[in-house]
């Protein structure tokens, strides 16, 4: 008989959020599942690492086919302790969320679900972001499932190519206009701080905000999720910019040297 | 007369790290410059964000030409906060560093001295990432300053392409073999935590490892950096896989939208 695929999955709202536990649900249908999660909610963590204190986890349930662990550490930390200490086996795939919140557009580079991802694919495992624009702890994760188990599906078939990974959107709603393939949306965050009196004196301020999106392309994820579309924005690690590498051979750089 | 370029600096070694103090000397000599950085190390953060507690700043010094702020959330809050509360028009330039420590390959995704640079970028200002191969907090970062200054001098003058930020990164060495345009070299960390019994029992994590470089290509930023180079990733903030996009228009997803 096979051995079943072998499933790592994080987050960054924490092992016992409403999404993680859905998505649990469905990847135990495609093979042996390892959670390793936060063990507190660690929204907007990026790719962070703890570098100045240890971290530690500790195991929370066990069912068949099922294991979740807790985790000290960040989202990224979650997966570097599971390749180090935690799994038996190279895992077939690394799955973060479903998260509590868009991921689309710049986004990307906050989200710790996404740092998972980018985890993933740096340890050369096929791995995919599932968001859903809500943030409520309660939301409705239900209407993704089917598109879930579609992707995943196809990506374990299918593999990624090493370097690149998926990043899932789904619009919060009871049904989609269906799925689009989109790149990053341009846009940035605006009015991102609100300013409040301490008690005791002096302003703190807490990271607000909104998100104005400057694209207006129907294949851009932001757009695509205002128009109801479930989004897959295909992501790579390699962030080097290979048109600006080219001019910059031009620039009057001292001791530049061009081969 | 002409107004003299405002220029922010953040990094993610503290305000009063050596790196950041050799970086204001230089950048005084362009324009007017505003610092805003964590009020201790915050290395590793990546992109992070505070999402769940407020920050604040305070000022630190004031001297012409050269305002220094403490803040106490990662280096991307410094950059959002300086934007929305502390600079008074918009800065020509957003420099990080000087990091003690190599950004090369993908620690570019884990370096807080990168987050405040993808910020700056996000916000369309040209920005640049300095960083020295050297963790020691006394590391000797004169040999960079010629370069820094040429480098400063060009981009005040060239600006760089919306969406385009650059990552700079310097041999830990007395002079350097030239300076090369470079893309990001694939690799990953491995061996990457430390197990440590707690006095009181159980096992805590510290985050350690080694970077096994899989590029031998001379032009992979990693490996010019080893040849005694000086090197300049260019680097961008859309990280939309477009080989991958138009590829997956062949899956087997349902509902899949192709126009």
């Given at each position: 008989m096979t051995e079943r695929p072998l499933i790592l999955i994080s987050n960054d709202d924490g092992y016992s959020a409403k999404g993680i536990r859905v998505l649990m649900n469905v990847l135990t249908e495609f093979g042996d599942v390892v959670v390793v999660a936060p063990h507190t909610g660690r929204s907007g963590k990026g790719c962070a690492i703890t570098s100045e204190n240890p971290v530690k986890y500790w195991q929370v349930k066990e069912a068949p086919g099922l294991q979740v662990y807790a985790c000290t550490g960040t989202p990224v930390d979650c997966v570097k302790l599971a390749f180090h200490s935690i799994l038996k086996r190279r895992p077939a795939l690394v799955v973060g969320g479903i998260n509590h919140g868009d991921n689309s557009a710049v986004n990307a580079h906050y989200s710790g679900t996404m740092g998972i991802v980018f985890e993933g694919c740096m340890k050369e495992i096929p791995s995919i972001a599932f968001s859903l624009?809500?943030?409520?702890?309660?939301?409705?994760?239900m209407p993704a499932v089917p598109y879930i188990r579609n992707m995943v599906s196809e990506v374990l078939q299918r593999g990624l190519p090493v370097g690149s990974c998926l990043n899932v959107n789904f619009p919060?709603?009871?049904?989609?206009a269906g799925v689009k393939v989109c790149r990053q949306a341009n846009g940035q965050w605006v009015n991102e701080w609100g300013a409040h009196e301490h008690p005791n004196g002096g302003v703190w301020y807490w990271l607000t905000g909104s998100f104005n999106c400057k694209d207006t392309a129907a294949d851009a994820d932001r757009v695509a999720l205002d128009n109801n579309y479930v989004t897959i924005t295909p992501t790579?690690?390699?962030?080097?910019?290979y048109s600006l590498l080219d001019s910059m051979?031009?620039?009057?750089?001292?001791?530049l040297v061009i081969e």
């Open positions: 624009c809500s943030h409520d702890a309660d939301a409705d994760f919060n709603s009871p049904s989609y790579r690690i390699d962030v080097t910019d051979k031009g620039w009057n750089i001292d001791s």
